[in-house]
C-alpha cells in the first residue's frame, strides 16, 4: 500500500530523471566525440544565500488555504515560544513540511534542531534532507545554496563519527552535484561501493551521473545493482532509460513493464505504454 509521499515520488519519476540529468555537473559530462578535453572547471562563485523565511514563504505557494493556516500557526507558536519550547516546535515544523513533501523548509527546521541538540543523527538528518531539497528544486539560483548547506551538515555529522558510509555518500553526492571538483565526489561513491558493494544510494547515484556522462553501460550494471536489492519503480525506470539509450530495446521494454507494474500509477502507466509503442514500432 502506497502512502502520500510514496506516490508523490512514483509518480514524479520521469521529472525527477529530467532534474537529475539537466543539473550543471561541470567536469563529468562526457567530452563528444573527436573534441577536446575541457579545461579544468574555475573556482565556483560564492552560493547565493537563502533564509528560513524566504524558503518557507516560497513553499508555501503549493500549499491549500488549510494546509498553509497550520505551518502559519507553528510558526506563530515559534516566535512566542521560550528557549525552552523553540526546539519542540521547530521539530514539529521540520517533520510538517516534511510531510507536505516540502524539502528545503524541512532541512531549514532540521538544521536548527541539529544545532540545538547537535549530534550525529541531527546532522545526517539535516544533510539528507537538503540533499533532497537541492535534488527537487528547478531554481538555479537556491540550488547551489542547498548544496553548500547539505555539505556543512555532512560535515558536522563526520566530525562527531568519520567516515561513515551515510556521510561518505552524501557528500560524495553533493560534491558531484554542485562543486567544481566532481571527482572528488565520484571518488566517495566509489569507497563506499568498494567496501559495501550493496550500498543502495551510492549505486544509484553512480548509475544516474553515468548517464549524465553518458556512460550507459556502466550505468547499467549500477542500476541492475539496485533492482537486485530494492526492486523500486524508480530504479527500474532509470534501468530502462539507460537500456534505450544504448539501443537495446527489448530490455528497455521489459524494464518499463516492471515500472508499471510497480509504480501502479496512471501517469507512470500512460508514460510508459507510450514508450513501449515506440520502442515496437
Known amino acids: 500500500m502506497f502512502n502520500r509521499k510514496q506516490i508523490v515520488v512514483v509518480g514524479s519519476a520521469v521529472v525527477l530523471m529530467g532534474l537529475m540529468l539537466s543539473m550543471d555537473i561541470q567536469g563529468l559530462v562526457k567530452p563528444k566525440e573527436g573534441s577536446e578535453q575541457a579545461p579544468a572547471s574555475a ?156 550500498n543502495l544510494k551510492a549505486n544509484l547515484n553512480l548509475g544516474l551521473f553515468s548517464m549524465k556522462s553518458g556512460q550507459y553501460e556502466k550505468a547499467v550494471e549500477r542500476f541492475k545493482t539496485v533492482v537486485s536489492i530494492a526492486p523500486s519503480a524508480e530504479a527500474w525506470f532509470y534501468l530502462a532509460s539507460s537500456y534505450e539509450n544504448m539501443g537495446m530495446k527489448s530490455d528497455a521494454i521489459a524494464a518499463y513493464l516492471k515500472t508499471k507494474e510497480i509504480a501502479a500509477d496512471p501517469n507512470m502507466s500512460q508514460f510508459v505504454d507510450r514508450k513501449v509503442n515506440e520502442l515496437s514500432n
Open 43 to 198: 573556482p565556483a562563485a560564492p552560493a547565493k544565500t537563502f533564509s528560513l523565511t524566504e524558503v518557507s514563504e516560497l513553499s508555501k505557494q503549493g500549499l491549500t488555504a488549510n494546509l498553509n493556516k497550520q505551518v502559519t500557526d507553528l510558526e506563530a507558536a515559534l516566535k512566542s515560544a521560550s528557549e525552552n519550547e523553540k526546539v519542540e516546535l521547530q521539530k514539529k515544523l521540520a517533520q510538517k513540511w516534511d510531510d507536505l513533501n516540502q524539502a528545503a523548509p524541512a532541512a531549514f527546521y532540521y538544521e536548527l534542531v541539529a544545532e540545538k541538540e547537535p549530534g550525529f543523527t541531527p546532522w545526517l538528518k539535516a544533510g539528507d534532507k537538503f540533499t533532497d531539497a537541492y535534488q527537487q528544486t528547478t531554481d538555479t539560483l537556491m540550488q547551489p545554496a542547498l548544496v553548500q548547506k547539505a555539505i556543512y551538515a555532512y560535515q558536522q555529522a563526520d566530525k562527531l563519527q568519520p567516515n561513515t558510509p551515510e556521510v561518505k555518500t552524501g557528500l560524495g553526492i553533493a560534491y558531484v552535484s554542485g562543486t567544481p571538483n566532481p571527482m572528488q565526489g565520484i571518488q566517495l561513491l566509489l569507497e563506499v561501493v568498494k567496501n559495501d558493494p550493496k
